[in-house]
T-cell receptor
Framework: NAGVMQNPRHLVRRRGQEARLRCSPM?????VYWYRQLPEEGLKFMVY????????ESGMPKERFSAEFPKEGPSILRIQQVVRGDSAAYFC?????????????FGPGTRLTVL | GESVGLHLPTLSVQEGDNSIINCAYS??????FIWYKQESGKGPQFIID?????DKRQGQRVTVLLNKTVKHLSLQIAATQPGDSAVYFC????????????FGSGTRLSIRP
């Protein structure tokens, strides 16, 4: 049973470009969460999604950031017009519906570097 | 300019000794707590969890203690091994809420040979 998968593992963008991060949850999981981590810090919640629905986006910056979890395919975190402050590790987690989202299992992360 | 994050507190332990990592949580309404281990360059790995109706839970070589009175959580690792070197995060959530996890600031565990 494959774990949470994220790609790319490393992404380099120049200021002003778009970054697109993908997350495939564990098989059978319908809840997806995105977190951001700066060096030497804990993970900070960004957004929680279920299929075709954004449930909680209280941690998402108001501008330039968006997320989706379509009926088919991976969840996507999109960052438009990236700035250097967006450089961080972005982690996706998933949990099964029966679990109510208590235990979240994390992917390996995407490390975004903005030049 | 480049931002500088806070240095993580570090716990240095002799190989074979027991490790105790402490955490204070913030939300009195939290009733579900998790410990994660994060190795360099990897995502957080679930270690053990505990619900607020318990004060102790044991796993393989790990024990979590919960003191709701003072909002304190600890992780004990028995017979610490080199592979235990990592950053350990406590995290809190509300059981069954299917909501965000709130992470603590983390502790770096370093093993001396």
């Amino acid at each position: 049973n494959a774990g949470v998968m994220q790609n790319p593992r490393h992404l380099v963008r120049r200021r002003g470009q778009e970054a697109r991060l993908r997350c495939s949850p564990m098989k059978g999981h319908s809840h997806v969460y995105w977190y951001r981590q700066l060096p030497e810090e804990g993970l900070k919640f960004m957004v929680y999604l279920q299929k075709e629905n954004i449930i909680d986006e209280s941690g998402m910056p108001k501008e330039r950031f968006s997320a989706e979890f379509p009926k088919e395919g991976p969840s996507i975190l999109r960052i438009q017009q990236v700035v250097r402050g967006d450089s961080a590790a972005y982690f996706c987690a998933s949990s099964p519906p029966a679990n109510g989202g208590d235990t979240q299992y994390f992917g390996p992360g995407t490390r975004l570097t903005v030049l | 300019g480049e931002s500088v994050g806070l240095h993580l507190p570090t716990l240095s332990v002799q190989e074979g000794d027991n490790s105790i990592i402490n955490c204070a949580y913030s939300n009195s309404a939290s009733d579900y707590f998790i410990w994660y281990k994060q190795e360099s360059g990897k995502g957080p790995q679930f270690i053990i969890d505990i619900r607020s109706n318990m004060d102790k839970r044991q796993g393989q070589r790990v024990t979590v203690l919960l003191n709701k009175t003072v909002k304190h959580l600890s992780l004990q690792i028995a017979a610490t091994q080199p592979g235990d070197s990592a950053v350990y995060f406590c995290a809190e959530n509300t059981a069954g809420s299917a909501s965000k996890i709130i992470f603590g600031s983390g502790t770096r565990l370093s093993i001396r040979p």
